[in-house]
């Protein structure tokens, strides 16, 4: 059995606070009840003095006093990752909910990642749309990535508060290109979606959609991104 830790990235937005903490003990309530033995890494920002409950899960906090920003919170869980012995990697945000009616459904999942180490897996959930966007409806959240393709590729450097792209999306299509015989399928029924009516903390803008494209566009022809990402990104406006 691989060993295996769900990564869980958790802000505190000021002004939705009680949302979020509701958010993250809900979160932790359905990790325990479809899988209580596995372990939980977080990367806590703006916590204060809030503490998790009592769980069955081995869960770790990372804690950091100011935000990182979505870009910063995912270099320091993968960085948090390496330095422990896990192999595979299965992310989450404070803001989601697993989706999944069945406890096997949920047994499936991991079992699944057992049988697959040093690959990866995103959860589809619909047909291919386009060359540049291989599937709709899929989400970083409940991906699994090993520690090989993590230490293979770190997470795309970029930030969308600042209009660079969807660094979730190019990652996705950077691995499906990049290392085509190493995905996996995932078990239907079982997938990470945002719990309704939270309070987003940012919005994507036209800008962000067109160098997403342009990046994609360019991954799958390349089958890895530009030497230079920044030059790349800057010259679409």
Same mark, same amino acid.
């Given at each position: 059995m691989?060993?295996?830790?769900?990564g869980i990235v958790s802000y505190?937005?000021?002004?939705?606070?009680d949302?979020r903490?509701m958010?993250?003990?809900?979160?932790?309530r359905?990790?325990e009840?479809?899988?209580?033995d596995i372990?939980?890494l977080?990367i806590?920002q703006?916590?204060?003095?809030?503490q998790?409950?009592?769980?069955?899960?081995?869960?770790t906090?990372?804690?950091?006093?100011?935000?990182?920003g979505?870009l910063g919170?995912?270099?320091?869980?993968?960085?948090e990752?390496?330095?422990?012995?896990?192999?595979?990697l299965?992310p989450l945000?404070?803001?989601?909910?697993i989706a999944?009616?069945?406890p096997?459904?949920?047994?499936d999942?991991?079992?699944?990642?057992?049988?697959?180490?040093d690959?990866f897996?995103?959860?589809r959930?619909?047909?291919?749309? #386009?060359? @540049?966007?291989?599937?709709?409806?899929y =989400?970083?959240w409940?991906? %699994?990535l090993?520690? /090989?393709i993590i230490?293979q590729?770190?997470?795309?450097q970029l930030?969308?508060?600042?209009?660079?792209?969807?660094?979730d999306?190019?990652?996705?299509t950077l691995l499906w290109?990049k290392y085509?015989?190493?995905?996996?399928?995932?078990?239907?029924?079982?997938k990470g979606i945002q719990?309704?009516?939270?309070t #987003?903390? @940012?919005h994507?803008t036209a800008?962000? =959609?067109?160098?997403t494209? %342009?990046l994609a566009q /360019?991954?799958?022809q390349?089958?890895?991104?530009p030497?230079?990402?920044?030059a790349?990104?800057?010259?679409i406006?």
């Amino acid at each position: 059995m691989l060993k295996k830790c769900i990564g869980i990235v958790s802000y505190f937005v000021p002004e939705h606070r009680d949302e979020r903490i509701m958010g993250i003990t809900k979160l932790l309530r359905q990790i325990e009840g479809f899988w209580p033995d596995i372990d939980v890494l977080i990367i806590a920002q703006d916590w204060q003095d809030f503490q998790i409950p009592e769980t069955s899960n081995n869960v770790t906090v990372i804690n950091f006093d100011e935000p990182l920003g979505i870009l910063g919170a995912r270099n320091a869980l993968f960085e948090e990752f390496l330095k422990r012995d896990y192999d595979y990697l299965i992310p989450l945000d404070d803001d989601t909910k697993i989706a999944c009616d069945d406890p096997q459904i949920a047994a499936d999942y991991m079992a699944i990642i057992d049988a697959h180490p040093d690959r990866f897996a995103f959860v589809r959930s619909s047909k291919r749309v #386009s060359a @540049y966007h291989p599937y709709r409806g899929y =989400e970083f959240w409940l991906c %699994a990535l090993s520690r /090989y393709i993590i230490e293979q590729e770190p997470f795309p450097q970029l930030d969308i508060r600042t209009d660079d792209g969807h660094e979730d999306t190019i990652y996705a299509t950077l691995l499906w290109n990049k290392y085509p015989n190493l995905d996996f399928k995932l078990p239907a029924g079982i997938k990470g979606i945002q719990r309704p009516n939270v309070t #987003s903390t @940012y919005h994507s803008t036209a800008l962000a =959609e067109r160098r997403t494209s %342009a990046l994609a566009q /360019y991954i799958v022809q390349n089958r890895k991104l530009p030497s230079d990402l920044r030059a790349f990104i800057n010259k679409i406006d």
